[in-house]
């Protein structure tokens, strides 16, 4: 069984802000991105500029995990730390 739910999320993209604290949230979605990748191995994958808002409250919202990928784990080597 699937199940799809939807909510509407207030925010302008990150594309198109000029508030102050883009950086911050530009840090925060790449750590998001490096994690999902490194770690989960399962990642968003459409990280598009209109994926990504900045919220009225100055948080980063991800949108459309529509298309996602998982990532082998290049024989453990990831996915274990090198251990």
């Not at 979605?29 to 409250?57: I, S």
């Amino acid at each position: 069984m699937k199940v799809l739910t939807c909510e509407w999320v207030n925010g302008e993209k990150l594309s198109e802000s000029n508030a102050a604290d883009l950086l911050p949230l530009i840090t925060t979605a790449l750590n998001c991105y490096l994690v999902q990748l490194l770690e989960t191995g399962f990642l968003h994958a459409d990280p598009h500029p209109g994926n990504l808002l900045r919220t009225p409250d100055g948080h980063l919202c991800v949108l459309d995990f529509g298309l996602m990928t998982e990532v082998p784990s290049f024989a453990g080597i990831l996915h274990n730390n090198g251990h």
